[in-house]
């Protein structure tokens, strides 16, 4: 693991009371051995506890009143699963917005349901990060922390809030880079997020993808940007995307924010999923609950990884819990078609198929 990003995983099991986690370190899920040139990922969009009845103990969330508890299978099966914290998780809340839809802080006792489900990374860069000031953000992390997940997008400064997370294998290296293209409020002095801002902060982004690549990892990046409830991403994010693969090198861009599913890109051999859409959230638009689980497979080899294989899983968020589900009957449908539709109009094609929709 490169210096930047062990300082971050270290420091925050530090405070968290902990062992520094180590990535990329077991066999398969289950025990089997595992295939050294095989790194198994999974994503998933925005994940919010606000408007949830707060559990009385951590216990209860992380067991009958986690919500993510559907997808552990799934997750388990991934070497690593990763999702994006939106809100945050503090014992006082934020300041108010005048909108209420934007106070989507929650209590802390939410922190642990990401290890019980088996999410083994956190991300924390998004348009709320810095919405209780630097001691809200402080608090946020070390919430997260404590519970041994590792997260990345925020820190004591910019070099931990942006540092990657990389999971070593004997055959090479996956790179995983937080990032936010927006923030609802400025960044405050006494904490970082991976804040890239304007033309000079996708500059900054593209080139920390391309110093990955060059020390021969397969790199991701996990965006937050766009605009919300639209089917299709602006051009400037069409921009910023095929800049991290042209200029930058990724093999693979995870976007969220828009709180809605929408298309995925092939460029290349590279991938651009443009929005995961929500994926714990209490909303009742049926648009906003279609979503999923990203899967994919990167093949590592020196110098030269590649992805193996790229799968949606379809879910849709219940109206009744506003957990997610895998979707099944007339959402299922509903999900596929959005895809399937909203990819094709980007020039992939996805495949039904053993549960899943496979980029082709």
């Known amino acids: 693991m490169c210096a930047a990003a062990r300082s971050l995983v270290v420091a925050l099991a530090l405070l968290a009371g902990a062992a520094p986690a180590r990535a990329g370190e077991g066999g398969a899920p289950g025990g089997a051995p595992a295939d050294a040139s095989l790194v198994r990922l999974a994503f998933v969009g925005d994940v919010s506890f606000a408007g949830r009845p707060a559990p009385r103990d951590a216990a209860t969330a992380k067991g009958a009143a986690n919500p993510l508890r559907a997808f552990a299978a799934v997750f388990g099966a991934a070497d690593l699963a990763v999702a994006n914290l939106e809100g945050l998780l503090t014992a006082e809340a934020p300041e108010a917005y005048g909108e209420s839809r934007l106070n989507i802080g929650a209590r802390p006792v939410w922190a642990g349901v990401f290890a019980a489900a088996?999410?083994?990374?956190?991300?924390?860069?998004?348009?709320?990060?810095w919405d209780g000031g630097a001691d809200g953000l402080r608090e946020h992390v070390g919430h997260v922390a404590a519970t041994g997940v590792p997260t990345m997008g925020a820190g004591a400064d910019d070099a931990a809030a942006r540092a990657p997370f990389v999971l070593e294998r004997e055959g090479g290296c996956v790179a995983l880079l937080p990032a936010t293209l927006k923030s609802n409020?400025?960044?405050?002095?006494?904490?970082?997020?991976?804040?890239?801002?304007?033309d000079d902060g996708l500059a900054a982004l593209v080139a920390a993808a391309r110093a990955q690549r060059e020390r021969g990892c397969f790199v991701v990046v996990y965006v937050h940007w766009g605009r919300e409830a639209v089917d299709a991403p602006p051009a400037s994010v069409v921009a910023a995307a095929h800049a991290l693969v042209d200029d930058g090198g990724a093999g693979l861009v995870v976007g969220s924010h828009p709180h809605v599913l929408q298309g995925i890109e092939?460029?290349?051999?590279?991938?651009?999923?443009?929005?995961?859409?929500?994926?714990?959230f209490t909303n009742r638009t049926p648009e906003k609950r279609m979503t999923g689980v990203l899967e994919a497979t990167v093949r590592?080899?020196?110098?030269?990884?590649?992805?193996?294989?790229?799968?949606?899983?379809?879910?849709?968020i219940d109206v009744a819990t506003f957990a997610p589900a895998p979707a099944t009957g007339k959402a299922r449908a509903a999900v596929v078609a959005r895809m399937t539709t909203l990819s094709a109009a980007l020039g992939a094609h996805l495949d039904d198929r053993g549960g899943r929709l496979l980029l082709r």
């Open 118 to 129: 088996g999410v083994g990374l956190v991300g924390l860069a998004n348009n709320h990060t």
């Open 300 to 316: 590592l080899a020196r110098g030269a990884p590649a992805l193996a294989e790229v799968a949606f899983v379809p879910a849709m």
């Open 266 to 280: 092939r460029r290349g051999e590279a991938v651009i999923a443009y929005s995961l859409g929500n994926f714990v």
């Open 185 to 198: 409020r400025p960044p405050r002095a006494g904490a970082a997020a991976a804040y890239y801002k304007g």
